[in-house]
């Protein structure tokens, strides 16, 4: 994914800015092995993400998400690093 200035990298590069305004990648970056990416979904294609998320992981009683405004049920390691 780098390469110098002279070799300019083909990845992330549209042949028309409405293509790539499109295209719901909206940054990239690299910091040694590991990539970090910036996606911009339309409401609906997120709604979408989430119903198979929750399809492939369910959680009804919704124990993933509930008490953790609390840090007293957060694990030991977790709460040293807030405090």
């Not at 399809?55 to 690093?81: F, I, K, Q, V």
Request: charged share 30%; glycine share 4%; aromatic share 12%.
């Amino acid at each position: 994914m780098y390469l110098t200035l002279r070799e300019p990298n083909e990845f992330c590069r549209f042949p028309t800015t409405e293509i790539e305004s499109k295209h719901p990648l909206r940054l990239y970056l690299r910091i040694k092995d590991d990539v970090y990416t910036v996606w911009k979904f339309r409401p609906q294609d997120s709604e979408g993400l989430v119903r198979r998320f929750l399809a492939a992981n369910p959680d009804p009683s919704n124990t993933h998400a509930a008490g953790y405004g609390n840090r007293r049920c957060w694990p030991l390691a977790e709460r040293m690093r807030l405090t």
